[in-house]
Structure formats: C-alpha cells, structure tokens
Nanobody, 116 residues
Framework: QVQLVESGGGLVQPGGSLRLSCVASGSRFSLADMGWYRQAPGKERELVAS???????RYADSVKGRFTISRDNAKNTVYLEMNSLIPEDTAVYSC??????????WGQGTQVTVSS
C-alpha cells in the first residue's frame, strides 16, 4: 500500500515563503505523476501544481510565477516551493501520486495559513 506523508506547512505572513515536502512509499516512484491539491474552507478542492514522470509541470493560474513543483526520484519526494504567499493561499495542501495504470493515492494533507 502506497503512503504519502506531507510536511512543511505552517503559519506564515503575507509575502512569505514555505516549502512543502511529500514523501511517497512504494516502488517505481519515478514512473508516477505527482501533484499538489489544496482545499480552503467552504471551497472546492483545486489542483495547484503537477509534475509528470517526464518532469512536465503544470500550474493553476492563481499560483503561476509564485509556486514551483519539483521532484527528487532518489528520495521518493515531491516538493512545492511557495513564494509571495497571500491570504488566499490558506488551505489544506495534499499530495497525490498517480500510477501509470491509473491508480491514485492521496496524503492526509498539511495546513498552510497565510496571515499577519
């Protein structure tokens, strides 16, 4: 069973930065597509960023130029570097792993709060 463990969330002031990490168990990590979603209270979950096994990245319009997704296959880890944070970025951020045959796994999430 694949498990995903996120870390790096917390409270940060507007304009600040955070780096989220997600460590995935299981083999063949390099073949999986990885992603970060977020869900704010009262809002639908949205895809923030994704990175394929070929390191092709995609971002939500709301975070382009501020967030960067990357992966380290040797460490089975995907990262989300978040800069110039704004209060609207406040949400629970969850990591996903999608296997090439379609199965998708989710982490439990980490809270990010942007507030002065």
């Amino acid at each position: 069973q694949v498990q995903l463990v996120e870390s790096g969330g917390g409270l940060v002031q507007p304009g600040g930065s955070l780096r989220l990490s997600c460590v995935a168990s299981g083999s063949r990590f390099s073949l999986a597509d990885m992603g970060w979603y977020r869900q704010a209270p009262g809002k639908e979950r949205e895809l923030v960023a994704s990175i394929t096994s070929d390191t092709i990245t995609r971002y939500a319009d709301s975070v382009k130029g501020r967030f960067t997704i990357s992966r380290d296959n040797a460490k089975n880890t995907v990262y989300l570097e978040m800069n110039s944070l704004i209060p609207e970025d406040t949400a629970v951020y969850s990591c996903t792993r999608k296997e090439y045959w379609g199965t998708e796994y989710w982490g439990q999430g980490t809270q990010v709060t942007v507030s002065s």
